[in-house]
């Protein structure tokens, strides 16, 4: 049973860069680990409040994320969800026995650490327990179920943290392959893919004798293709605006013309104050406008495009019609430069 599937990406630069990656898992404390087992999220998955289908969706985790857990309920398993969101997101509460809810239209990101890696997609109304606060972000957490066929369970290390590989230290290690060989989704997993001899990699993380390993290569723009059969093509803007209810949170596919790097104050209350958006018209050919939430990750590559460039782009629309204007409010997923 496939509950959804969810792009996040960091933004590669401006041409498509892949990356074979050994999936980088953030383990997540709850409990102590001697409590629970450590299950790795197989694909992107939701996040529900109770055992069923049918339950509340809380969040949607991305793929690879790594979490305890211990209760299994008719093939659901129950997991506790830890991360930091963004302290304008949140609002206080006191309803069953949890003291923040998520307060931001369309959601929020739920990171592995301030402004870090995005972990899940929280909803909009889900109830947390607050952990900490840091700088403007709170850390939180939540215990839900996710459909145990989208998990898969890994060797615990006893520690609350991603083991460093054998010789690496406090910081990541280099190593080149011995030979050819076949890169594995997880220990024992199924193969995703292939490295060649002498291929250079960078050393994770390890799990007995797995080690988790980062490469990076190239391949040709035209041999790529949407990783999501969800990505919507064909899209207009001007069907979001007249049904926005019907396309918040689904992931489109547009080519945009960029215009400039704005921050969103407090006219804006469509997007959370502070936060960096792209200006942008489209989608093209349409001539109305578009904003379009990025992360401070993806602010370096943005501010290299010249203004007026055309983009491709694959978004997740967090607001079919914003409060002022009537545009359309994407978070953006993933972006390449389009060819002139």
């Not at 997540?28 to 790795?40: E, F, G, H, L, T």
């Not at 055992?51 to 305890?68: D, F, R």
Request: aromatic share 6%.
């Amino acid at each position: 049973m496939r509950q959804s599937i969810e792009l996040l990406r960091p933004l590669p630069p401006s041409r498509w860069v892949w990356s074979l990656v050994a999936v980088v898992a953030v383990v997540i404390p709850a409990v102590p680990a001697s409590a629970q087992d450590a299950y790795r999220v197989r694909r992107t998955e939701n996040f529900r409040k109770d055992p069923s289908a049918a339950g509340v969706l809380l969040a949607t985790i991305s793929e690879g994320v790594t979490l305890q857990g211990r209760a299994d309920a008719n093939g659901w398993i129950e997991v506790t969800l830890d991360g930091w969101i963004w302290s304008r997101s949140l609002s206080p509460t006191n309803r069953e026995g949890h003291d923040r809810v998520v307060d931001a239209r369309g959601g929020e990101n739920l990171r592995a650490s301030p402004n870090g890696r995005v972990l899940a997609r929280v909803a909009n109304g889900c109830l947390l327990d607050h952990v900490e606060t840091r700088e403007g972000w709170v850390r939180v957490r939540r215990t839900g179920w996710i459909w145990g066929r989208s998990l898969d369970a890994v060797q615990s290390t006893g520690s609350t943290t991603a083991s460093p590989a054998p010789g690496a230290g406090a910081t990541l290690d280099q190593a080149l392959t011995a030979n050819d060989l076949a890169l594995h989704q997880s220990p024992d997993g199924p193969e995703v893919g292939n490295l060649g001899a002498n291929a250079p990699v960078r050393i994770m993380a390890r799990s007995g004798d797995w080690v988790r390993v980062q490469t990076e290569g190239w391949v040709r723009r035209s041999e790529l293709k949407p990783a999501a059969s969800e990505v919507r093509v064909g899209v207009s803007a001007a069907e979001v605006r007249s049904r926005p209810r019907e396309f918040e949170g689904q992931l489109v596919q547009w080519t945009v013309q960029y215009i400039s790097i704005q921050q969103a104050d407090e006219l804006r209350k469509d997007i959370p104050a502070g936060r960096k958006y792209i200006l942008a018209r489209g989608p093209l050919p349409e001539a109305g406008f578009v904003y379009i939430v990025v992360t401070d990750e993806q602010i370096a590559e943005l501010e290299k495009l010249p203004p007026l460039t055309s983009v491709e782009l694959v978004g997740r629309i967090r607001v079919g019609r914003s409060q002022f204007l009537g545009n359309p409010i994407l978070d953006l997923v993933e972006m390449a430069v389009r060819d002139s």
